[in-house]
């Protein structure tokens, strides 16, 4: 039946080992372990994941010669405990579950006493000389095998057991007797014949088909392939299939069953943990009906298998040199392990067992830092909703902006920003968001827009600031003039209390429980070490001082992107639109002059902030129309007729100056090459700051970064009026002061043209943002909510570019100028200032490229500096080197 | 004085030859020519262009050393002549003239007489026994020395003549006597000294030092800078400088000067062709002041000059074997030949002479191929103003669609239409076109819009329909209410009549004779042997069969893009309108049937037509929006409270469906991919059009091609899609149809990841207008009006990357394009769709990296023709291999 040289595809518990998890799961592989170790596991044999394939490859089939394969582990099995499946007298019973390479929940996860019909169930009783316990766990399989593997609902099974107790007069159903059960079962198995359509299959072989064809389903079922899509888990791996011998911990009182944890993996404290539950199975643990007592109570009525317990506990802990996760259930005073695994652990915990794990002499401090994942970081270092607080989310948007926040409903920024001063805690609420709306943003809590994409004004101000935001949540409904939000049939009003969580984009009516994580000593220790390992420097974008300063308390390096914009806006708006509006030269000048004495005090805070580490200064890049009304606004006001002489005349300039594509228009050095007054004026304002603070005794280092550049002559022309105007202020003082012009490569073509690029430049600083933005022709605010979720649903791409730097596209440009660009300037100075810059798997990329360092907003520093020191030992993410 | 092993600056007539242009410029060369053949030319030497690269280099000083080498020539040909410069007896005169290695206005021309001072014009007065003419030329050389090489305003000479003239009570200055010329000369140096600030040169050597300066000086000129720009010549070639004797053909009656053609310029008839004027020197031929007689009157006054200039045409001629331009002069019945050089000549007849030198067995094939440049032939596709023809432009606008037309000015659509179908002209006049402006378009003989650039609406619609077309006329401000518009201080109303030539831009009031030239035999011919010459399939850009006719007349051998957005207009907008609007997916698939009954329709027109050869048909590109009326117009209305309930649902939809940067949105497969129904409907009407023309016994061949491609995944779900329609359509047909799936390559990522692309696509198209905007960063409407020109002006671009493709940047990814999906599938078919499809440059470059075909629209079909010959032969434009 089988071809010759066919691969084997089962494996009992012996065969195995730990590092096998590709083959036999995660859970196949520790439970071989563990057999090995000696451990007292109930024997059993893994079905491999290659039988997985072979069943996907097949079009959903079971290979040929599984089933034969199946049956000879079943009969060593059967001759291993003496016992037979099905057999009336001591019937072997079995547990069958799945388990993937990785831990996967929306699998089909267990059928328990597998091998129970009307024949063998006699034998259980038998056995056990308890007649209703072995109907019960027949009706149980019953109602969980038509559940789980013939997909019946559940409700069915639930309804005939009510009907049951109310029609016998009973409270609950443990007052129901062994002949009840019975019927349940006859009950139960005719639910299954008219809701599957098949009989319940009573021969024990053919149930366990049933079951490993149900595991192997599971596996491309929608829920497992919407956790592996965001997990980044590939669909290929497949799943294996645990078979093994039950064991009873609700054999009476002498049995029971428990979970337990090598540490504690909430705090990271070392001392074992778990939950126990005497006389119960596995899944009443896990379910939480009856209340678990602390593992410490074992010790009283079942001494001998705690302290076997805490024994194996620690052998395990010594050979994994990590905290195990296990389950173990005591059958009739016998101790008996189930399953181990490395257990998950909050942020807190891990960042405690690895610094302790390296004084106990247990890992070095290189494994300590793989140990932290660096996107856990981001628990410690935000507001988050209380893990144990309950609440029904209201709706979702994009998770913007990480951290929780709570506050009342408010629909304006000037509304905000009062209610903010009379000491109200603020949610602002906007369709979106616009430099005008910035006070508000400064006086609210937290952010939630109804539109635009992780990159509108909202989501990228707001990660800046470290405030938490939601946007585009498309199901919240805003009514600015009735000053209310509906979500489905639930309308929130102005002054309403809501709660927004930014790292999952919920929001919450009411107000939610909010902790705020401090980080603690292990914290500085491990990234302390993660300095150490690292060769990529990390420093931050930041545009104000606070910004600065915050992201040097997270150990930033200097700063990789100054964005000027905000330097336009506020107050200095009506000076920005003189300079638009000016009839003349002289008028443009002298706008252009009263705004060059503010921003140089702008500089001067920045300089302050970061001194002595390296400052990018971006010069202007959005398009003049962001600092005009908005156009379509002074239309309808124009049209009712209500439109004023001055806003006439910035109708005209809106006019003017609008764009169909303004992310491809008329911007960053495009903008300084027509205006040049513009760039000219950043640049005298910026050396001036320099002037300053070094006539003050700092040491302001500063970089000057030209955005948008297309190709050599024009970053040459702007390069020479930057040094024009900075040698004329530097001479003006009699200082002499290094300083960098370079540009971003932030358009296809400055990659392309690198090598002429570096010709000008001393340094490249990737825009990755616009970058991914032209390389695929995705506007990011016009895509995100449009089919960017569609696409990911349907792998047309493998990730969110705009998360994760696209390695195969956007990659090969950035690799592209790397390369060309230090081919012309070996000691061109390389960064990233894209947001990617904070992604762990970018990072990784960025490191094997060659950066020098990446640069991220304030609160992803830290995580940062844990990837670069990932990648520097070569763990990069699954991205790295996709 | 001069280094050692210095390059050697001046060269004498006898030591060069034609094919020295870059070292002795083009007159300078063919002056050498012409001596070393034996002709009649007055002796003097040539500075070369490496003199004025070292003076560029200097910083605009003479190299050392040049004028002592000046200096030895100009006494070698005082020996030649027996003749000394300033001589009071016999004086040497000389002409001093530019001469680059391209033909180029704009820099100093000549200067006649150099060497006059107090002294020599004594020694020419005796010479001549003409005393007047003497001072006369004194005079003359002093204006004109004063003028051209000392930078004075020629005004200033004129008034001083004028006043003298008055003074005399003269009526002309041919009455003026010898000693009031002498006078004059003192007058002009007198302003020379006030005006220049020097006093006038009157030593030779000095005058020619000054000469020298002024030619190398006016090579960095605005004037020239911007001929070089326009016409793409480096401006690092630098200029050389002619010293020649001077002959007078203003000696009297037997003595004359003339220009002459060894063919007829302007028809090709091969005669030759000339004007001669009697007693008169080249600028008076030139300058148009007195009238000048046709070269066969020669032969009464002058039988043997005029003899032997028929003979040493005929010798040049047959040497150049090409029609040659002549300047002559003739002192005393001796004559001189001054110049020659390969003559330019219209379109016309530079097909008829190419042709005819075949004919003659002067040149073969393949070099006629090469005399005409390509984009001389839309001169003989499109009318034009007449050239004789005066006129005042009113204003420019660009020049979007080739072609002249005269017509009365209308403002609207409908208005367009109405007015056509009465029977007039109508030229449509908006501030920019939209689809819902096409059949007042289409009743236009031209559009002209003060919006919108080289890739507006307006601009793509006329060149398709080979329109005439001016757009972005800033200039012109449009009162649409009012029915006017108003350029300057010149208003037009509607009714009146203008010109316009969309050739050049140029606006003009009131009616300018147009002529439409009948593309002649000699057209066939040399496009007949062009097509035997290229390996570039040349297909057209058509959406009509009217287009795809015209295309087939010119030549097509096929479409390579087929759009398919006309087909959800005009009529079809309200059922499209009813897809966008559909509450239910019963109602928008009603929609999208009643649409898929109206297309099969159009694609058996298309196929018809172009029965035979390969149709590509791309499926629908815009975004949705487009198919909606503007937003802005819906909300004006709301504003003034007029909305229709109607309107009101459309303005939701627009406001659902418009986006920040539409060009990076969700259109093309995007739109496909989350609008499944609309690709599928596409196809299903397209192979029911096969269907249909394939039982009527033609031979339909069709190219599905899918827009905006970014990964491999999406063109794989769309390909699914496409077979599966189209299977069901054939396999209901009962027939089998070859039909290819490939897609545009028109994002940067798409060439990037082609390898993988090209595991699924059939063939790929490169659509070079998107892939410039995304790898620039350029949207095109949004730059070309903005600044683009001060781009170009600034040389921050070499050219304009939407006419010519941009090879430097843009061409890497075409060609990695190519390379990687031709690795992928070596019969992978290459085709380019972009408007560079029809630019002779761009087609060099599609040649070289190995395209199968180019596409462009129908009346650049010829061009296209020509230019892929050109490319074969190895005759790219200067952007073929940069």
Redesign the interface.
Known sequence: MSEPGRQKYVYAFEEGGRDQKYLLGGKGANLAEMTNLGLPVPPGFTISTDACKAYMALGDELPPGLMAEVAVARQQLEQKTGKLLGDADDPLLVSVRSGAPFSMPGMMDTVLNLGLNDNSVKGLAKQTQNERFAYDSYRRFVQMFGKIVLDVSGELFEEALHDLVESKSVSVDTELRAEDMAGLVDTFKGIVKSEAGVDFPTDPQEQLRYAVEAVFKSWNGRRARDYRRLERIPDDLGTAVNVQTMVFGNKGDDSGTGVAFTRNPSTGEHKPYGDFLKNAQGEDVVAGIRITEPLEAMSNEFPGPHMELLGLMKLLEDHYRDMCDIEFTIEQGRLFMLQTRIGKRTAAAALRMAVEMVDEGLIDTTEAVLRIQPAQLDQLLHPQFDPKAKFTVLAKGLNASPGAAVGKVYFTADEAEARHEAGELVILVRPETSPDDLHGMIAAEGILTSRGGLVSHAAVVARGMGKPAICGAEAVKIDLAGRTFTAGDTTVREGDVISINGTTGEIVVGEVPVITPEPSGPFGIILGWADGLRTLKVRTNADLPEDARKAREFGAEGIGLCRTEHMFLGDRLPIVQRMILADTPDDEAAALEELRAQQEADFEGILEAMDGLPVTVRLLDPPLHEFLPD??EL??K???GEITEKELKLLHAAELWR????????RGC?LG??KPGLYRMQVRALMQAVVTRRRAGGNPIVEIMIP?I??E??LR?LEQWTREEAGKVLRAANIEVDYLVGTMI????AA??ADGIAEVAEFFSFGTN?LT???????R???EG??MS??LE????SANPFETL?V???G??VRMGCERGRATRADLKLGICGEHGGDPASVAFCHEVGLDYVSCSPYRVPIARLAAAHAAVGAGGPGASA
């Open positions: 156009h379509e239309i309808v124009q049209a009712k764009e169909s594509n303004p992310m491809l228009g008329t495009r090459i027509i948008l297309v190709s002559p024009e022309l932030e358009t296809p073509r392309l043209v616009d933005q032209m390389t695929f022709g995705f506007s605010d016009d895509v449009r089919f569609q696409y349907n792998k047309l791409l696209d195969e596209g956007v090969q440009l």
